[in-house]
């Protein structure tokens, strides 16, 4: 009898990480992982701004060319305006109404 592909795969990447069906003893967290673990909670959380997270991701700056400004041409949150999307699993357009909720220097 022949194995699916998914199931052969499974069993390898299960072997390669170590994992056994027998029953093994589970050991209490270290004192370290606790450390650890407090550390990162009390650690403040940037928030999520793509242009200054870019240079940690890639080791660069991004390309000046892609940052938007002066292209809200006045906008204000709660502008409305019409467009047309793509709905590419229907393989169809349609127009719908879009309102700016935030405003940004990068987007």
Excluded: C
Excluded at 38 to 58: C, F, I, N, S
Excluded at 69 to 90: L, P, R, Y
Aim: net charge positive; aromatic share 10%; proline share 7%.
């Amino acid at each position: 009898m022949k194995l699916p592909v998914v199931a052969v795969v499974v069993v390898a990447l299960l072997n390669l990480s170590g994992f056994s069906a027998r029953a093994s003893t589970v050991t209490a967290p270290s004192a370290q992982a606790y450390q650890t673990l407090e550390q990162v909670q009390v650690t403040p959380h940037p928030a999520r701004d793509l242009y200054q997270l870019y240079p940690r991701t890639h080791g660069r700056s991004p390309d000046p060319g892609l940052r938007a400004v002066g292209t809200t041409k006045g906008w204000a949150v709660g502008t409305t305006q019409q467009f047309w999307v793509a709905d590419q699993i229907e393989k169809s357009y349609h127009r719908t109404t879009g309102t700016l909720r935030y405003i940004s220097g990068y987007a």
